[in-house]
């Protein structure tokens, strides 16, 4: 089955500094890929979308300058929270759709975020 | 803008029982998908069953089933014969045809009594 990585699982970073969470898709190609955040026991809150090669649609209300997403090639799609405060803290869940599908979506294990 | 609307944010049911989730939508598109997700402690989110709005045939994927009714907006999950691997959050979520992004429910945790 189609799997999707992210990495690191776990990281907590000091206040201010930024820190790159990684996706990558591992057996197939993604066109492209989204960005979750999920605070505790809430749903899913989509982000951003990323297609390969082309800028990051954002949703409104997410700051683009504080979330940038890079979707450098079809297996790895990075996001990277700059100048980091405690209420960035949160779980980020990535998710990889294959080329040519209309609805398949495969979710990554998710990455856990703590600023202190 | 389409929303997803769970209303039982926790259910819980006995071993070998069935459940029904609930899950409402509104969506002013005629095609679409519907899915239901579940989140284990683990919290990775496995995919449990898909369901094209253009079928009117029910989605079955073994044990579970969906009663999809597409003019009342409505898509709940039957979880048959519930195990104790059943226990999770579930959510609920849409997207519209040839879209990319899903619209996820606030989600119900489910509990299952041994």
């Known amino acids: 089955g189609a799997v999707v990585s992210q990495h690191p699982s776990w990281v907590i970073c000091k206040s201010g500094t930024s820190v790159k969470i990684e996706c990558r898709s591992l057996d197939f190609q993604a066109t492209t890929m989204f960005w979750y955040r999920q605070f505790p026991k809430q749903s899913l809150m989509l982000m951003a979308t990323?297609?390969?090669?082309?800028?990051?649609?954002?949703e409104q209300g997410v700051e683009k300058d504080k979330f940038l997403i890079n979707h450098a090639s079809l297996t790895l799609s990075t996001l990277t929270v700059t100048s980091a405060h405690p209420e960035d803290s949160s779980f980020y869940i990535c998710?990889?759709?294959?080329?040519?599908?209309?609805?398949?979506?495969?979710f990554g294990p998710g990455t856990r975020l703590t600023v202190t | 803008a389409q929303t997803v609307t769970q209303s039982q944010p926790e259910m819980s049911v006995q071993e070998a029982e069935t459940v029904t989730l609930s899950c409402t939508y509104d969506t002013s598109e005629s095609d679409y998908y519907l899915f239901w997700y579940k989140q284990p402690p683990s919290r990775q989110m496995i995919l449990v069953i898909r369901q094209e709005a253009y079928k009117q045939q029910n989605a079955t994927e073994n044990r579970f089933s969906v009663n999809f009714q597409k003019a009342a907006k409505s898509f709940s999950l039957k979880i048959s014969d519930s195990q104790l691997g059943d226990a999770a959050m579930y959510f609920c979520a849409y997207s519209p045809w040839g879209a990319q992004k899903l619209v996820f429910g606030q989600g119900t945790r489910l509990t299952i009594n041994p």
């Open positions: 990323s297609n390969e090669g082309s800028k990051a649609t954002y």
């Open positions: 998710s990889a759709r294959p080329g040519g599908s209309s609805y398949e979506q495969y």
